[in-house]
């Protein structure tokens, strides 16, 4: 079973920041959070993932909670493209390799 | 850069015929993982192999098999395909955990439509 609730759909400005929130309030100590978003019937992508630091990459900002019970990914400027259905994932690291477990993701459209 | 190849993209078969899906991984990851997503639905683990050994199961139907071999490279072997089996089906793959933090890298899927 996903242990990650996540709103159903969002609606996001194009050149806005689209702010993603993810709940994982029985998240375990060495469970990662893990966020992946998937275009149209495409693979899905790996966006980004941390354990309780925030995190920055080239694609998006992923914040923590400092009790890590939620979690929030910014994408900074959205863009048409990136319009996807986003998965928030939890994800056991150092114990064997765990798969990751898609839940119901939040299906973001950006506006133009 | 190279990226997890799948094939075929397309297949069409009739029921109760068989169907072998194929998925080549980035060059150097041990971990592969099957994925099986229905319209409308989100992506559901089947199963995953690490140095040619299953490592976890997910909801894989004892119809299907699959396995790893010595190239890493992955089949999965589908029997007596039903309707409900159109879908779908990713490959993904990774470095093993265990050698340190890795995310998993997904092909570009095979659309299996059974009719």
């Known amino acids: 079973d996903a242990k990650t609730t996540q709103p159903t759909s969002m609606d996001c400005a194009e050149g806005r920041a689209a702010n993603l929130p993810c709940n994982h309030s029985?998240?375990?100590?060495?469970?990662?959070v893990y966020w992946y978003r998937q275009i149209h019937s495409q693979g899905p992508q790996y966006i980004i993932h941390?354990?309780?630091n925030n995190e920055t990459n080239e694609m998006a900002s992923l914040i923590i909670t400092e009790d890590r019970k939620s979690s929030t990914l910014i994408l900074p400027h959205a863009t048409l493209r990136d319009t996807a259905v986003y998965y928030c994932?939890?994800?056991?690291?150092?114990?064997?390799?765990?798969?990751?477990?898609f839940g119901k993701g939040t299906r973001l459209s950006v506006i133009a | 850069a190279a990226g997890v190849i799948q094939s075929p993209r397309h297949l069409i078969k009739e029921k109760r015929e068989t169907a072998t899906l194929k998925c080549y991984p980035i060059?150097?990851?041990?971990?592969v993982y099957w994925y099986q997503q229905g319209p409308g639905q989100d992506p559901q683990f089947l199963i995953s192999?690490?140095?040619?050994?299953?490592?976890d199961k997910g909801s894989i139907p004892d119809r299907f098999s699959a396995q790893q071999f010595s190239d890493y490279h992955s089949e999965l072997n589908m029997s007596s395909l039903e309707l409900g089996d159109s879908a779908l089906y990713f490959c993904?793959?990774?470095?093993?955990?265990?050698?340190?933090?890795?995310?998993?890298?997904f092909g570009q899927g095979t659309r299996l439509t059974v009719v």
């Open positions: 993904a793959s990774s470095l093993g955990t265990s050698r340190g933090n890795t995310e998993a890298f």
């Open positions: 029985t998240i375990s100590g060495n469970e990662y």
């Open positions: 941390g354990l309780k």
């Open positions: 994932i939890v994800r056991v690291l150092g114990s064997g390799n765990t798969p990751l477990v």
């Open positions: 060059p150097r990851h041990d971990t």
């Open positions: 192999f690490y140095e040619k050994m299953q490592s």
